[in-house]
Nanobody
Framework: QVQLVESGGGLVQAGASLRLSCTAS????????MGWFRQAPGKERECVAA????????YYADSVKGRFAISRDNAKNTVYLRMNSLQPEDTAVYYC???????????????????WGQGTQVTVSS
């Protein structure tokens, strides 16, 4: 069974940086695209970044382009989300997820991901 565990969230002030980590166990991590999603209270879950299995392809939501960076270390079964210049509107629970199907391109659709972590809270104060 695949398990994804996120870490690195917290409470920060606007303008600060955080790095989220998501470590996978079970399955073959290196063969699957991964995504980072977030969900704020009262809002739908949205994809903020995704990365292909070999890191050749990345996706970023317009709202985070230039501020967030997704990367992965297949040797460590870990995907990262570096978040710079955080703003209050970035406040949300952040989830990592594994793409359904090996070696498929990453997408921004939550329905294309089959395994999810428990989430880590990111709170940005103004």
């Amino acid at each position: 069974q695949v398990q994804l565990v996120e870490s690195g969230g917290g409470l920060v002030q606007a303008g600060a940086s955080l790095r989220l980590s998501c470590t996978a166990s079970g399955g073959t991590f290196s063969q699957f695209a991964m995504g980072w999603f977030r969900q704020a209270p009262g809002k739908e879950r949205e994809c903020v970044a995704a990365i292909s299995w070999g890191s050749a392809t990345t996706y970023y939501a317009d709202s985070v382009k230039g501020r967030f960076a997704i990367s992965r270390d297949n040797a460590k079964n870990t995907v990262y989300l570096r978040m710079n210049s955080l703003q209050p509107e970035d406040t949300a629970v952040y989830y990592c997820a594994r793409r359904r199907g090996a070696r498929l391109i990453p997408t921004a659709q939550a329905g294309d991901y089959d395994y999810w972590g428990q989430g880590t809270q990111v709170t940005v104060s103004s």
